[in-house]
């Protein structure tokens, strides 16, 4: 019997696996999680951060940067492209074998540029030119600076993983950029059927905010743990509107791919509920949910493989005006999840230099 995330498959989901190592390459683990029907990987400042600082993966790259000028972020960007190169060519198969719908591994801009659009659009084609593989997806935030940022990467062919989506109103505005960027390539005469792009929508964080909220207002607890699936559903509405509209169609015709929502933060952070809520419930054609290795091996050994995205946009839009009747101001939380998203991958970006700088001194006395 085929196993969950193939049975995922084969209604319109791809899993990819949102964590990243040395050795999870060098010892054949993402060749083997390939095989079990992972379609994709993604990383963030977080993911390296906790790979330098707690294995000793990197022990050896960092051992022939003893003594030398190179910087913290030299360092890190050569180690970066490295595992984000290995991880592309071992999943080049998928990529080659989907006609480039999947096979992806994601690296994202520093976290410091968030603000800044025209040094987001030099980094990200800096990156990358640096990485040299038609499987990565250069990830930008869907922050204010970062919507002209994406509409002028995908307008040059770049494929770009929008990260840090909280609120649909955003959503919106990052599925208007791809689209525009698309037109962008046809009107230069070019082929959009060559760029690819996922939207990175953050779902287990906006439980934790709202449910607290709730608590601490003395709400209806009944309306607890349903938020973020909610507020998913009600993209996943906007995406089926978005590309079945006739302005895509026009895309569509020449090639063009839609930009499929990709659900990422998908681990459940409240104990109380099901460790694989965020992916039994986010199940739909033409999406992507990105697992930490947790949830991923609690998807293979319990998840459940239904359908349970289409049709759901007027319950969910039932759900959020509740929440909105109970004084959740949802605009106001998500704002709030974006500001703290990009702070706490600029702590963990500024951590990583600190670590790399530290253990390239201990690294340097023991030679």
Known sequence: MENTILQNQAIGQSTWIDFIQRS????????????????????NPTIFEKAVSTTTDYDEALREFAGSDATATDIFEAIAVEDIQGAADILRTVYDHTGGRDGYASLEVAPALAHNTQSTLSEALRLHSLLHRPNVMIKVPATAAGIPAIRALIADGINVNITLIFAVDTYQQVID??????????????????????????????????????????????LTGATAIANARAAYGLFQQSFTSERFAVLRAKGARPQRPLWA?????????PD????????????????PPATLDATLDHGTSVETLSGTAALAAQHLEAIAAAG???????AKLLSEGLDSFAKSF??????????????????
Do not use: W
């Open 328 to 334: 959740i101001d949802l605009h106001a939380v998500t």
């Open 276 to 291: 694989t809520l965020y992916v039994d419930q986010l199940i739909g054609v033409d999406t992507v949910n990105t697992m």
């Open 265 to 273: 933060s998908t681990s459940t952070k409240d104990p109380s509920l």
């Open 24 to 43: 999870m390459l060098t010892t054949g683990k993402l060749g083997e999680l390939v095989k079990q029907g992972i379609t994709g990987l993604t990383s």
């Open 350 to 367: 500024d951590d990583l230099l600190a670590g790399i700088d530290a253990k390239r001194g201990q690294l340097s006395q023991v030679t």
């Open 177 to 222: 950029a791809y689209i525009s960027g698309l037109e962008d390539i046809v009107l230069a005469g070019k082929d959009p059927s060559r760029v690819a792009s996922v939207a990175s929508f953050f779902v287990s964080r906006i439980d934790t905010a709202v449910d607290a909220a709730l608590r601490a207002s003395g709400a209806d607890t009944s």
